[in-house]
Nanobody, 124 residues
């Protein structure tokens, strides 16, 4: 059994930063893709960042330059560092893991393990 848990959400002032962790328990293959998704109210689920087993990283244009994804070599502990947060960044952030060994071409349906999400609110 695999469980993925995020934490560290909360309320942040505009321009502030937040780091949210993702911890996977149970067996997680090192050959996998870990990604962060977010969903704002009334919006579709968006993949904001991903990292594969080779350390290749991709970001959505909406967060590029502000967010940093990281992951340990075992693929158990991951983090999403969020800088210069703005109200538009508010939403539920969810960590997910795919058993595929690359993040290229993956969509939300390709991720096998999902956390419950953590809420991030950016408000003055």
């Amino acid at each position: 059994q695999v469980h993925v848990v995020e934490s560290g959400g909360g309320t942040v002032q505009p321009g502030g930063s937040r780091r949210i962790p993702c911890v996977a328990s149970g067996y997680i293959a090192t050959t996998s893709c870990m990604a962060w998704f977010r969903q704002a109210s009334g919006e579709a689920l968006e993949m904001v960042a991903s990292i594969d087993d080779r350390g290749r990283i991709a970001y959505a244009d909406s967060v590029s330059g502000r967010f940093t994804i990281s992951r340990d070599s075992a693929g158990i502990n991951g983090y999403l560092q969020m800088n210069d947060l703005q109200p538009v960044d508010s939403g539920t952030y969810t960590c997910a893991v795919s058993v595929y060994d690359t993040c290229t071409w993956l969509d939300q349906k390709d991720f096998h393990y999902w956390g419950q999400g953590t809420h991030v609110t950016v408000s003055p």
